[in-house]
């Protein structure tokens, strides 16, 4: 088994931190992985993706061709990697800031208001979170209460109980938004 | 890495930040000093090159990091590292290149880290690591051969390496304390003889025995300390040479090869000085055909031929400026070998 994982939106969208957080995630289910980010010396408004394998083998290579899930938080994202996604993998489509919907129809495509419902919720920037829990309900992969740990693990040194909880509610709506 | 360094004993960091491997010296700016080292953000790389240097003349284990402009920067240190037969670890965060170029990962500083880079008639150990795991273990490797040979060993990573995360189990640390003993460093001279560490011999009579001398141990080092990875080359008829990320990237080409059935098998130097010339004039009487991968315009790809000379093709395929090889973009390459 080897899932890739593509998270791409716009700096500042959290992309790389709903990365580690599948990645850490992916460890502490006893799987192989691999977390490579790629953006530009810029951060907030620049673009930003980064690249998750999970394995249940040693990984050799962290640059994915083909990914089996891509999460599109932006147009740009979508335009970018629609065509590499692997026939019969999932695409996760921010459909709040996308109007389009995925030109493909070999694999599973999932049109999502994440910013929205992390609106609804009280807090925009929580929009990656819901993302995440909708593609870990989509794959099967990884139990969502290790998805939950790892957040905790990963926002820990913030110490702020109001962020992990919001952070928690925007998991399980977007895992139950599919 | 830099937690490698401190397992392997490493107690003065100096270094100066770059990207991309500011995450060594921001690391080492916390934990040196909770196992009481010594941990100094220096002016310039210049200096903190020259910082190891006292450091490692003092006995201590010593490393410093960098990218590729600034290692530039270190290349007179080495030398003198080199002429004063002091050990010394060196990271280097490869980027694109040359001049300022950018933050993404490249191999262009291979010449410079295997043929010198600084003046002088002197020699590097040179490491490429593939994975982060790999670069744990030869991080520690460094060290000891550092000391062992008395010389300065890089350990020549990229931009990749140093911002990707997987996990890694860590060794056991090595207690500084009990490592061997150096009567060469300058400890304090009561009750013996005062040593001296320079890289300065007026007399060229003199020059010539010490710089002989220091040359019989780099052919101990080529003798004993070529160290290498083969990934399915015994029954391969074409074979990929990478090192470092490109080499992580082409195991995957490896079994995407197999799968179409292509015998492709994969060669991964570690030490990049000394280079593993033996096993590819070995294979390069088995195979038609030995490419060399790299993100660079073609460097290492002059030793691989000086191995394997007119025994088999030896064609290249390289990205420069910080652009990554997909394990595909490897596949694209052996299957136009193999046609």
């Known amino acids: ?178 | 890495m830099a937690e490698a360094a401190i397992c392997a004993g490493c107690r003065a960091y100096f270094g100066y930040p770059i990207t991309p491997q500011n995450e060594i010296l921001e690391y080492m700016a916390a934990r040196m000093p909770a196992v009481g080292g010594a941990f100094v953000q220096a002016e310039s790389e210049v200096a903190a090159i020259n910082m190891c240097y006292g450091a490692s003349a003092a006995g201590v284990r010593t490393m410093t990091s960098s990218s590729s402009p600034g290692i530039s920067l270190k290349m007179e240190g080495i030398s003198y590292l080199a002429a004063a037969d002091l050990p010394c670890v060196i990271i280097n965060v490869a980027r694109g290149g040359p001049g300022l170029g950018n933050i993404a990962p490249a191999q262009g500083d291979y010449f410079q880290a295997t043929k010198g880079g600084g003046h002088g008639d002197y020699r590097m150990i040179v490491l490429g690591p593939a994975t982060i795991a790999e670069a744990i273990e030869i991080v520690m490797l460094a060290f000891d051969l550092a000391d062992k040979y008395r010389v300065p060993v890089m350990v020549l990573s990229d931009g990749m390496l140093g911002q990707m995360m997987e996990p890694i189990k860590l060794a056991e640390p090595v207690d500084p304390g009990l490592l061997p003993a150096k009567p060469w460093a300058l400890t304090g001279a009561s009750g013996r003889r005062p040593n001296a560490v320079t890289s300065y011999a007026m007399d060229p009579r003199d020059l010539n025995r010490i710089n002989t001398k220091r040359q019989t141990r780099y052919r101990q080092i080529e003798e004993k300390e070529v160290r290498y990875r083969e990934t399915e080359t015994s029954d391969a008829t074409i074979v990929v040479v990478a090192y470092g990320t490109v080499a992580r990237i082409a195991r995957t080409t490896v079994k995407m090869a197999r799968s179409q059935g292509i015998k492709l098998g994969l060669v991964q130097p570690i030490t990049l000085w000394p280079f593993p010339y033996a096993p590819l004039r070995a294979l390069s009487n088995q195979v038609n055909t030995i490419i060399t991968v790299e993100m660079s315009a073609g460097q290492m790809v002059e030793d691989v031929r000086l191995a394997v000379c007119d025994r088999a093709e030896t064609p290249f395929y390289g990205e420069l400026g910080g652009l990554v090889p997909t394990p595909k973009d490897i596949l694209r390459e052996v299957q136009r070998n193999v046609s």
């Open chain 1, 1 to 178: 088994m080897e899932q890739s994982f593509v998270l791409a939106g716009f700096g500042g969208q959290g992309v790389i931190l709903a990365g580690k957080i599948l990645a850490q995630a992916g460890a502490d289910h006893g799987l192989q992985v691999t977390w490579l980010p790629s953006y530009g010396p810029e951060m907030r408004g620049g673009t930003a993706n980064c690249t998750v394998v999970l394995s249940d083998e040693p990984i050799g290579s962290p640059v994915v061709d083909n990914p089996t899930v891509l999460v599109a938080m932006n147009l740009p994202s979508l335009d970018r990697f629609e065509k590499t996604v692997a026939k019969g993998g999932t695409i996760l489509i921010n459909s709040s800031l996308i109007a389009r919907t995925a030109e493909r129809n070999d694999l599973q495509v999932l049109n999502v208001p994440v910013n929205d419902i992390a609106v609804s919720l009280g807090n925009s920037h929580a929009a990656n979170m819901v993302a995440l829990g909708t593609v870990i309900k989509a794959t099967g992969t990884i139990p969502l209460e290790l998805i939950k740990s790892a957040m905790v693990k990963m926002l820990s040194h913030k110490d702020n109980a109001e962020l992990v909880a919001v952070n928690q509610q925007a998991l399980d709506a977007g895992y139950n938004a599919v």
